[in-house]
């Protein structure tokens, strides 16, 4: 998990939190409660679950997310970095 | 191909649709339990006339066992009454031609098995890609499983062909994926030729998905 989406690594930050434990043990099942948490792929009113949901949500769209997101997050764990070191 | 053997007929395969996936998956179990410390044995062996004698004896044993696992004849009836010579006339061209079979297989995305029409999804992930989501956490997650559990690739395999091979417009369902599902069972039948264009189909899916997601590209350089 963590070698493919920047977002599971261990943070850009020097203070961040080593999660690469979790994500060995957990893999996938983490990505899928992160996304599932964001709600991100909810459909309300679909009568289904929101984890349903996620799941159902095509490939493709996911990964252009996580993919945005990991560049996001990099970005700005970064600027939090240079902040800190001032 | 048919042979004559001490009055009955026997089969010997060559080319791959006449392998199932089943005998390739016990042929490894076979292997591991039976062969596979002997190859570690040669291979920390000093080079030398010693390892040169070694690597010819697990050689012919491995011959004479794939022989007998192949044709259904016992490894003592292959061992005591057939010619080795005459086993590596008849049984080696047939193997060769598997492994150059291997070599040459391309990704097709229909397939006619069991009297049915069988579809692999287009590898070319983009917006038009139908695949879903759970279909790539669930071989994902099993394959971590299996790897965890350090399970065979060939069992990885049969878990993968029953979650990305499916019946003409047929939806995923999490179950194909289960030990106990009929599908996960059915797939020991499968034609190795038709395996093996699943392990190639999902060879290019992943060099896809890395194409696309360039941020990706270089999660994955930075481990390795």
Redesign the interface.
């Known amino acids: 998990m963590?070698?493919?989406?920047?977002l599971f690594?261990n943070g850009g930050s020097s203070g961040s939190i080593d999660l690469s434990k979790h994500f060995q043990k957990w893999?996938?099942?983490s990505?899928?409660t992160y996304?599932t948490e964001k709600g991100i792929?909810d459909i309300s009113g679909n009568g289904k679950t929101k984890l349903e949901n996620?799941?159902?949500?095509?490939?493709?769209?996911?990964?252009?997310w996580a993919?945005e997101r990991?560049?996001y997050e990099s970005a700005i764990a970064a600027y939090q970095d240079k902040l800190y070191k001032r | 191909m048919e042979f004559s053997f001490n009055h009955n007929i026997y089969t010997i395969p060559t080319s791959l649709a006449e392998v199932t996936l089943g005998q390739r998956i016990d042929f490894e179990v076979w292997y591991v339990k039976n062969m596979a410390g002997q190859e570690k044995k040669i291979a920390s062996m000093e080079e030398g006339i010693d390892k040169e004698a070694e690597q010819f004896i697990y050689q012919m044993e491995l011959l004479c066992n794939s022989f007998s696992f192949l044709s259904g004849i016992d490894i003592v009836e292959v061992k005591e009454h057939i010619n080795i010579a005459h086993l590596c006339d008849l049984f080696l061209p047939c193997f060769r031609a598997l492994f150059e079979e291997q070599e040459k297989i391309s990704l097709q995305i229909t397939y006619l098995w069991k009297d049915e029409i069988w579809e692999l999804a287009s590898p070319h992930?983009?917006?038009k890609?139908?695949?879903?989501?759970?279909?790539?956490?669930t071989a994902?997650?099993v394959i971590?499983s299996l790897h965890d559990l350090g399970e065979s690739n060939w069992i990885a395999l049969q878990y993968l062909c029953a979650i990305f091979l499916r019946k003409k417009d047929e939806a995923f369902d999490e179950s194909f994926a289960t030990e106990d599902s009929k599908r996960f069972k059915l797939m020991r039948e499968l034609p190795m030729d038709i395996a093996l264009s699943v392990a190639f189909f999902l060879s290019s899916l992943s060099k896809a998905?890395l194409n696309?997601?360039?941020?990706?590209v270089?999660?994955?350089q930075v481990?390795?």
Do not use: H, R
């Open positions: 963590a070698k493919q989406f920047s690594g893999g996938w099942i990505f899928l996304v792929f996620t799941k159902a949500a095509k490939l493709y769209d996911v990964l252009v993919d990991s560049d | 992930l983009d917006y890609s139908a695949m879903t989501f759970n279909e790539f956490l994902k997650q971590k998905w696309n997601f360039p941020s990706l270089m999660e994955d481990a390795a």
